[in-house]
């Protein structure tokens, strides 16, 4: 795979024990047109913003310098448990409404700056519980 189209290609279709990803599911994650990826498939250099480089790498599975560059491995070195799981824990944050990520927020800078007044964290504990026996909502 010389060329960029090439390479976005073979990585919407090598998704080892997963379905190839469509052109619209990839526009619909890299907020760009169908059209947009469609020259993108067709182009040999990568003509598209960093963020939308970003978020195609992390859905088709691959490293975004090999899609963007063809160097070094297709597919990332995997990530430690802890760093898999901080990422997990990251992205559950981020789908919680604003209002109770701040109780999240509140609660793990508490206990990063060791936080002394015992009330202080029994209430970040009560909250940080209570976030996580509510699931968030999903907007229709």
């Not at 978020?55 to 995997?78: I, N, S």
């Not at 990530?79 to 799981?85: I, S, T, V």
């Not at 559950?92 to 060791?114: H, I, N, T, W, Y």
């Amino acid at each position: 795979m010389v060329n960029f189209g090439e390479r976005l290609k073979h990585a919407m279709e090598a998704r080892p024990g997963r379905d190839a990803v469509s052109v619209a599911a990839l526009a619909k994650e890299c907020k760009v047109s169908y059209q947009a990826v469609k020259k993108w498939l067709d182009t040999t250099e990568p003509k598209l913003a960093a963020d939308s480089a970003l978020a195609a790498a992390k859905l088709l599975d691959v490293d975004v310098v090999w899609l963007l560059t063809g160097r070094g491995p297709m597919r990332a070195e995997p990530m430690p448990d802890f760093e898999r799981a901080m990422h997990t824990l990251a992205d559950e944050l981020a789908s919680l409404p604003e209002d109770k990520r701040a109780g999240v927020k509140l609660f793990v800078g508490q206990l990063m700056d060791g936080c002394t007044d015992s009330a202080k964290v029994k209430n970040s504990i009560a909250l940080a519980r209570s976030v996580i026996d509510t699931k968030p909502s999903v907007a229709a």
